[in-house]
C-alpha cells in the first residue's frame, strides 16, 4: 500500500493512494452501487462524471448472485475500470441484526471477486445502544480483527480496520489505539450513519476526532456513509480522506434535490439553483412531467455532481491553505453542523500539530470560532515557549492594532519611531513595543512580519470573545515577562475598556507600574509630549 501526502491544511490532506487497479487522489467520494437498482451505471460513472472509485456490497453480491462476480471478476461484473472498495454486511448486522455469513466466508468471497479495498466483518456499534453492549461491539470487532490476519490469502488488496465505539467516546479511542496496533492499510469509522440521520453532528466531530488521535496518522480513515456534501468539509477538515455515499441515489428515489448547503423537495423549488449538465437543460416544473424513472435519474446525476464539485472546492482550499473558512461558510448551512465546528475546542493542539505552519497565502478571521484555529493556537504555544523579551527591556509599551500591516510600517508608527527618536539610543533601548492585536494577542514588533502576524484579515467590530481573548493573552504576557512597568495606549474605541482593565489588573499583583494614555482623546502632538513624559521618568 502506498498513500502519499502532497498537502494538507488542518487536518485535511490531498493524497495518492495506490490499489492494483488504479492510484486514486484523496479526499475520495465512493458513490455506493447497487447493481440491481443502480440509476447511473458504473461505467458511465467513471466517463461521464470521472470518479475514481465507487464501493459495494460483498455481501449482498454473495448473496443475490452468488459466484458470478467470482467467476467474471468484480471490475468485469460491474463493467468498471476504476478502483473498487468493498463492504463485508456489516450495515445489514446493524438494520437485521444478523448477517448469514461468516467473517472467513466474506474475507474469502471479497479475495475471490478481486475488490481493491476490501472490509473485515465488524460488528456496529449503533446509536440506541448501552455502553455495555457498545463493549461487546468493540471487543467482537477487535477479535475478528486479529483474527483476520490468519485468514487473508492476498496481499494485493486494501484491507480496511474499523474502529467502532459509537457515542461513547472512550470505546472509540481504545477502539482506535488497538486496530491501530494492527497491520490494516486503511481504517474506517464505524456507526456513523445514525448519528448523522439524528443531526448529531457534533457527535460525529467527537467520534471522528477521537479516533483520529488514536490511530496511526500516515493511515488514511474512511468515514462509512457520510451522506450529504454539506458536511464534507467538516469530515475532511477532522481527517476523513475517504467517504462513501448512497444518498445520491437514495434522494433521487424520493424527489430529494441536494445542493451543498441543503435538500429541498423536487415540489418545493421554483428554479434549479445549479447548473450542472442535468440542471441547465430543464426546469423543476418540466422535471415533474416525467416519468419516475425519468425524475430518479435526472436528480441522481444533479446530486452526484454536487458531491463531486464540492470535494473538488474542498481540494482547491486544501491547496490555497483556507480549508478553515470554507468550513467555516459551509457549516453555517444548518445549526447542528455549526455545533460541531464549535467541538473543535478543546482539539486545538491535536489540529495545530499536523497543520502547515506556512501557508502560501493568508487567511481571513471571522469571529471568535476561529480562535481554535491552527495559526493562533501555534502562536500562543511559541509565543509562551519560545520567545524571551529583550533583556533591557524596562518598559512595555502596549500599542493597538492598526489596519495597515506589517504594523511598523503603518503611518500609526511614525509617531512612535518619532518619540523613539526623541529618547535617545540609551532610553530607547529600554522600551519594548509591542501590538495588541486580534486574533493573536501580543505581538512584538520585531516579529509583526513573522506569518501569520501580517498575512490576514479580520471582521471589525470585533466580538466579545475576541476581546477578551486577546485581554488574556495580554494579561498573560506581562505575567510572565519581567517588565518593570507597562504603558498602554488604549484604543477604547474598538476595544473599549477590556484590555486596559486586564493590564491594571496584572499590574497591581505584581506591583509593576501602569500608565493609560487614551489614544482617541489626544492630538499627535500631545500624544508624542504625553509618552515623552511618562517614559522619561
Not at 122 to 128: F, H, L, Q, R, S
Amino acid at each position: 500500500m502506498s498513500f502519499e501526502i502532497k498537502d494538507k491544511d488542518l487536518l485535511g490532506r490531498i493524497g495518492k493512494l495506490k490499489t492494483k487497479s488504479a492510484t486514486v487522489e484523496t479526499p475520495l467520494l465512493f458513490p455506493v452501487i447497487n447493481p440491481r437498482i443502480q440509476p447511473i451505471p458504473p461505467k458511465r460513472l467513471k466517463e461521464t462524471f470521472g470518479c475514481e472509485a465507487i464501493i459495494t456490497n460483498s455481501y449482498i453480491l454473495k448473496k443475490r448472485y452468488k459466484e458470478t462476480p467470482v467467476e467474471l471478476g468484480l471490475h468485469k461484473f460491474l463493467d468498471y475500470n476504476g478502483a473498487i472498495m468493498t463492504d463485508s454486511g456489516a450495515y445489514q448486522i446493524l438494520v437485521y441484526g444478523e448477517v448469514e455469513v461468516s467473517q472467513k466466508e466474506i474475507v474469502a468471497y471479497q479475495e475471490g471477486i478481486g475488490s481493491d479495498i476490501a472490509t473485515i466483518l465488524d460488528i456496529p456499534t449503533g446509536w440506541k445502544v448501552t455502553k455495555e453492549q457498545a463493549e461487546v461491539t468493540v471487543a467482537e470487532t477487535l477479535r475478528r480483527a486479529k483474527s483476520f490476519f490468519d485468514m487473508k490469502t492476498r496481499d494485493d488488496i486494501l484491507w480496511v480496520g474499523p474502529v467502532q465505539g459509537g457515542r461513547h467516546l472512550d470505546l472509540v479511542a481504545s477502539s482506535a489505539v488497538e486496530m491501530g496496533k494492527l497491520p490494516f492499510s486503511i481504517h474506517a469509522l464505524g456507526s456513523p450513519t445514525e448519528v448523522m440521520e439524528n443531526y448529531r453532528y457534533d457527535v460525529l466531530a467527537d467520534m471522528i476526532i477521537t479516533a483520529k488521535k488514536g490511530l496511526p496518522i500516515e493511515r488514511p480513515l474512511h468515514l462509512f456513509g457520510a451522506g450529504h456534501p454539506s458536511m464534507f468539509a467538516l469530515a475532511v477538515s477532522l481527517g476523513c480522506d475517504l467517504f462513501d455515499s448512497a444518498a445520491y441515489a437514495l434522494y433521487a428515489r424520493e424527489n430529494r434535490y441536494m445542493t451543498e448547503n441543503g435538500t429541498w423537495r423536487l415540489s418545493e423549488l421554483d428554479y434549479f439553483p445549479c447548473s450542472c449538465p442535468r440542471c441547465s437543460t430543464d426546469t423543476p416544473r418540466g422535471l415533474e412531467q416525467k416519468s419516475a424513472k425519468e425524475r430518479e435519474v435526472f436528480l441522481a446525476e444533479h446530486n452526484l455532481y454536487v458531491c463531486l464539485a464540492e470535494i473538488r472546492r474542498i481540494k482547491q482550499a486544501i491547496r490555497d491553505g483556507r480549508l478553515w473558512e470554507h468550513t467555516e461558510m459551509r457549516l453555517h448551512a444548518h445549526p447542528a453542523l455549526l455545533t460541531a465546528l464549535k467541538r473543535l475546542r478543546g482539539h486545538e493542539d491535536f489540529i495545530e500539530k499536523y497543520s502547515p505552519t506556512v501557508k502560501s497565502s493568508g487567511y481571513f478571521y471571522f469571529n471568535s470560532m476561529g480562535l481554535v484555529r491552527p495559526e493562533i493556537t501555534r502562536y500562543r504555544k511559541r509565543l509562551s515557549q519560545r520567545y524571551t523579551s529583550p533583556e533591557n527591556a524596562c518598559t512595555l509599551l502596549l500599542v493597538p492594532q492598526t489596519r495597515n500591516k506589517p504594523f511598523h510600517k503603518a503611518p500609526e508608527f511614525k509617531k512612535i519611531r518619532q518619540l523613539l527618536r526623541l529618547l535617545g539610543p540609551e532610553k530607547s533601548s529600554q522600551l519594548h513595543v509591542c501590538v495588541y492585536a486580534a486574533p493573536f494577542g501580543v505581538i512584538p514588533l520585531e516579529l509583526d512580519e513573522v506569518y501569520p502576524l501580517s498575512q490576514h484579515e479580520i471582521a471589525l467590530p470585533l466580538d466579545l470573545e475576541t476581546i477578551n481573548y486577546v485581554a488574556d493573552q495580554v494579561a498573560d504576557y506581562i505575567q510572565s515577562n519581567s517588565y518593570q512597568s507597562i504603558t498602554l495606549l488604549n484604543d477604547s474605541k474598538l476595544w473599549e475598556d477590556t484590555i486596559k482593565k486586564a493590564c491594571k489588573q496584572v499590574c497591581d499583583s505584581k506591583g509593576l507600574t501602569f500608565n493609560c494614555v487614551e489614544t482617541n482623546l489626544v492630538s499627535n502632538k500631545d500624544l508624542i509630549l504625553n509618552l515623552e513624559e511618562i517614559l522619561s521618568k
